[in-house]
């Protein structure tokens, strides 16, 4: 009943891997575990330079009427911040995952096009160098993340720093659409013998919707930044105010802009489905309502972009049917919320540094998402849109949400890349300090916004409580700051000399724990059979198998 079944002759054609050549064979590769690992690599160096950036910028706020900063050069780091978080870190890193764990636990034994799978990451570096260069050459650009027409014309932004932001940005662009391009083909054309669409990994399920999310707003921002570098280079007319349209790039840039919130937010979610069942010892509940709502979400992404300008004068009806959609969109995301804590409910948990990052992630998310509902009421977004509120809002979503996930899922799978468990006590140490410096940083963020302090300003004068809130915020920055080298001598220890993890450490269900750990260059020379979505589970238990929750 259990006979294993062998991977196909064709997949076993895969280029074979030397490890004898150090770092040329890195440079080189097209493995798809070693493409995973230099994604994440990638996050890495500019998550250091995002940080160090924006610490910069919590030192100039840190009191009223502070010179630390001019405000030139607050504009290049707040904007430098911004993009290098969302495009250079939090993309690379989740399609660094996706990349590493799909093939694994589809049980295939590399993406479906391993050379495409590297060009997706060369683009990716080499748009984020370009982009890092305009630091030596004129200044970074300092229109904002969002690069605001007119902010970003010629007239009045002559550096060179917007035109890199549209050349580097363009690029990682390119390399973003390719890479979900892989996937899609990857997982509907490569799982193993036996896995059915409605067996596949939460975790998979939701690669395969990002990568369409991917696919149909990638191209509305590389068809912006092209137009804008060709009114700057070539004085076309597209967003100029006089004989273009500004908010032409508004609309632009938020058709990109809010399905990447949620690109952003639907691998975290299928890594939360991956780690609180195996540490809940339970399996998920409501997996066809979390793949349902993952698909609904995708789906309603494509119809809220203008909540982000309903302050622009877009008109009620407008307004109205924005507002409605931003509502509408809360349900499918309330439904995973109730699915983790359905499937804790009951269940043995083990509250190790995954889980716990896990479960604060619910917490964290659902803050961020109930102030987000809160801009979908139109008279509250005009009154809170420029603020502190909506800094601290995006910082819920993308730290409480995106990053915290990222913790849980590199504490569950950094024994399966490495072969070692990272140290549970430094783990911890690095949870409450994060946990904590995080909370202090943003949660104060939303009063401030309500208070009346605009964001994107580089000073601020001495009002009531300003500057006492501003500087506890700084204080939590800092603290978040200090937990990151608890996090990193922690990954360095443990490679070194961490406890030996085996091949299944966590007990796991899918079919990433059945190879080595790590695993051989070729993933797997036979995978089990696939009878339901924990073909682990239905290993052991041949004479039980564990059809109710499935079906």
């Not at 569950?412 to 202090?440: A, D, H, Q």
Request: proline letters at 6%.
């Amino acid at each position: 009943m259990n006979k294993l079944i062998t991977i196909p002759e064709a997949e076993k054609g895969l280029p074979s891997v030397r490890t004898d050549l150090g770092l040329l064979q890195w440079i080189s590769s097209v493995d798809h575990k070693q493409l995973g690992i230099m994604y994440l690599l990638t996050a890495l160096l500019f998550f250091v330079a995002g940080g160090t950036e924006v610490m910069l910028m919590r030192i100039q706020l840190m009191v009223p009427n502070n010179t630390f900063l001019s405000p030139e050069a607050y504009n290049q780091l707040f904007t430098m911040h911004g993009t290098t978080m969302i495009f250079l870190v939090l993309m690379p890193t989740l399609i660094g995952l996706g990349v590493y764990m799909v093939p694994l636990m589809i049980g295939a034994n590399d993406m479906a096009f391993p050379r495409l799978n590297a060009f997706s990451l060369w683009m990716t570096l080499f748009g984020g160098l370009i982009l890092y260069f305009s630091f030596l050459d004129g200044g970074a650009p300092n229109a904002g993340w969002f690069n605001y027409v007119p902010l970003s014309n010629s007239n009045f932004s002559s550096s060179k720093g917007v035109d890199y932001y549209c050349i580097g940005l363009i690029l990682t662009g390119i390399g973003t659409v390719t890479g979900a391009l892989n996937f899609v083909v990857t997982i509907l054309t490569m799982r193993a013998p036996g896995m059915k669409m409605t067996y596949m990994p939460i975790f998979v399920w939701m690669m395969l919707i990002t990568a369409f999310l991917i696919l149909g707003a990638f191209p509305a921002l590389n068809a912006g930044l092209s137009m804008l570098l060709i009114d700057r280079q070539l004085h076309a007319h597209f967003f100029s105010p006089s004989s273009g349209s500004p908010i032409l790039w508004q609309h632009l840039f938020w058709a990109f802009g809010h399905p990447e919130v949620y690109i952003l937010a639907l691998p975290p979610f299928g890594i939360l489905s991956e780690v609180v069942p195996v540490f809940s010892r339970q399996p998920i509940f409501g997996y066809r309502f979390l793949v349902g709502s993952g698909i609904a979400i995708a789906l309603l992404a494509f119809g809220v972009w203008a909540h982000h300008m309903f302050a622009t004068g877009l008109g009620n009806p407008v307004n109205g049917f924005f507002a409605l959609g931003s509502v509408l969109i809360g349900i499918p995301t309330g439904i995973k919320v109730f699915s983790w804590a359905l499937t804790m409910y009951g269940g043995s948990i083990r509250f190790n540094t995954a889980m716990l990052f896990a479960t604060s992630f619910i917490v964290e998310f659902t803050i961020g998402g109930l102030s987000g509902m809160s801009f979908a009421l139109v008279p509250l977004d005009w009154q809170l849109t420029d603020t502190y509120y909506v800094v601290a809002h995006i910082h819920y979503v993308f730290l409480g949400g995106t990053l915290y996930s990222v913790f849980a899922g590199l504490f569950y799978w950094f024994p399966k890349i490495t072969g070692r468990k990272l140290s549970e006590k430094l783990g911890r140490i690095f949870f409450g300090m994060f946990f904590v410096g995080f909370n202090l940083t943003f949660i104060l963020q939303h009063i401030l916004g309500v208070l009346g302090m605009t964001r994107r300003v580089y000073t601020y004068p001495d009002l009531p409580h300003f500057g006492a809130l501003n500087m506890a915020s700084s204080i939590g920055a800092f603290l978040m700051g200090a937990s990151m080298l608890v996090l990193f001598w922690n990954i360095w220890t443990s490679l070194r000399k961490g406890e030996k993890a085996g091949d299944n450490p966590w007990n796991a269900w899918t079919l990433e724990w059945y190879t080595s750990s790590p695993p051989d260059p070729k993933n797997f020379e036979a995978v089990p059979p696939v009878r339901s979505a924990r073909p682990l589970w239905d290993m052991k238990h041949p004479e039980n198998p564990d059809w109710k929750h499935h079906h």
